[in-house]
DNA sequence: CGGGGGGACT
DNA sequence: AGTCCCC
């Protein structure tokens, strides 16, 4: 029984998760706009990897054979997108257009087309700066250090579609009692604004969705897409009335579209409620078919529980736990953090496939291949201009030989661990049939110190990797003289070890944000300081913040390639139109008209005539202690600030 | 069917 | 070094 019971909710935050519609195809029509209005698809090797809408109005899907796409569509226009170096870049581009909104640095990339951003600091912040008596016409600030930029809302409505569809908010308690409706509204409003800053700046447009935790928004934003977005809406939790919204949604799925629930863990589970072997005709999803277990069969099983799962998952490989954590989401329930933006990836590996390698002097020719591309995305990855603390970026990647500036740039981390990567294919059986197999094998070594030298070209540091390191790690893996028939072969460098240095860190850049934000805090704070000298003196706010200054610099010291389809389901026939708020409007024109519009700005509001008598009220007599560090800092800022304490 | 990644954990 | 997970 209390086996069973249902683990807590907590839904504190507001986390908004992008999705780029039909990336690889948005990366070309970007390029080339003309191709928005015809049929296009991208191919890797024998396969549509992704499509645009166009192509998927005609019958085409993502995963499907070369062949069956031109037979279905003959006119489709295809291009060939297995050099994926201009999907990265192209993302790694949208990644930072989006992190620039954020004030706390948690935005996190999943693949090249999703990220999540947390913008819970930036919610409760306006959330504050909100005038109750006219929510309709309200503003949201969008930067820490200019009250003016920003733009208008109606905080009163939700920007894009609610789940439920059939939900309408209660306006009238909108503030006091279900201050989560209301902050969800504020961030329905930054993700529009953000998307369509996204397509009208950068071209690209993007499916979202809104909501508490990493997994209720991704999976909230599947159903308005393309180009749309959804907010999961209150009540999450059940209560005597019946199941609470997160369940509810949780519910429809089927086990194995649960983000955290993969192809094996799918498998058993769904072995388990149907009590007989997997039957891929029948379970899996080809085609639209639902899949037969969803998460209510799975959650509902009375025998079902965080024990009985921590059994049934348990394997090698799997983490301690999982039996706790698959119950959480099956109730919808994911406390995993949106990660701190790092300054460098953990790891950056380059790979390719064949039909075949098995003689060395194609394996020599295809180590040097890779180590030469593995040399050169470090260059771009991990290299930054002297005195800069960003990667040094797309503009000089990849021309091995133009080492000239090489001596302006620095590494921002030394990888340690070189890992050989390769994929044999099974024998033949003795009926002539080929088991497939993904399984890899791989050896380590450290990372020989000659690969950071910049004065070098990558191509004779590519050769002598090849030679001095990469050539016996490759006989460590196959003694044999010949014969591997490798399908794939790996290269990458993990273990990054980041070149310490002062500020070079994402920790360090946030501190610095952070220390910009209260700068803001206390600077507001002497709008009211009149009206209040004894607790905050003029002088002693200087010193403030200089003690925190001070503080943050001590601080600083110290299956597989899937066996399925990963999203087979897709059956989206039209563009949806996103449905939009009027006030959409006003946030598209807000960039170009002057900034200091009727309500532009709360401040002013109560810096002009000081009539909000809840405002004044607010800020006279919220100071706060942060038992850390000991800055003073109003209530609504110290719930930022607590966070910026909190061990990542 | 099947590309070229990325990450967490044991 | 291998097994999971994700796109």
Known sequence: METRKVPPRKDGRIIIHFDYDCFYAAVFEAKNPSLKSLPFAVQQKQIIVTCNYEARRRGLHKLQLIRE????????????????????????????????????????????????????????????????????????????????????????????????????????DLVVQDRLTLRLHLGSHLALYIRHALEQQKGYTSTVGISTSKLLSKLVGNLNKPKGQTTVMPPLAASDHGLGNAQLFMDTHGIGKVPGIGYKLATLLRSYITQRPPDYETDLVYGGKPEIVSVANVRNRSSVNPAMLEKLLDGPGSPHGIGYKIWCLLHGIDDTEVAQAKPVPSQISIEDSYIRLDTMPEVLRELTTLARSLLARMRIDLLAEDGVDEPAGVEDGGHEATITTSTLKKWLAHPKTLRLTTRPRQPLQPDGTRVRSFKRISHSSPVPNFVFILTESIDILAEKLVRETLVSMFHKLHPEKSGWNLSLVNLAVTNMAETGGDSKTARGRDIGSMLRRQDDVLRDFKVIEEDDVEEVPPSRLTGLAHRAHENGRVRDRSMRKDDVPKDPNIKVVDEVEEATPTNVVEIINDGEHDGGGTN?????????????????????????????????????????????????
């Open 69 to 172: 796409a031109r037979k279905v569509c003959p006119d489709v226009i295809i291009e060939l997108g297995e050099d994926i170096s201009r999907f990265r870049d192209a993302s790694k581009e949208l990644y930072k257009f989006i992190r620039a909104y954020s004030w706390n640095g948690k935005v996190e990339r999943l693949g090249f087309d999703e990220v999540w951003m947390d913008v819970t600091d930036m919610v409760d912040y306006n959330m504050q700066l909100l005038n109750p008596h006219n929510l309709a016409q309200s503003f949201f600030q969008t930067s820490q250090d200019d009250p003016m930029s920003g733009f208008n809302f109606d905080a009163t409505a939700l920007a894009g579609h609610p789940y439920p569809v059939e939900y309408t908010s209660q306006q009238q």
């Open 600 to 648: 532009g700005s709360m401040w002013q509001d109560e810096q002009e005539d000081g009539e909000e008598e809840e405002e004044e009220i607010r800020f006279d007599s919220d100071l706060q202690s942060c038992v850390d560090c000991g800055m003073q800092l109003p209530t609504f800022a110290m719930i930022a600030h607590r966070r910026f304490h909190a061990p990542s």
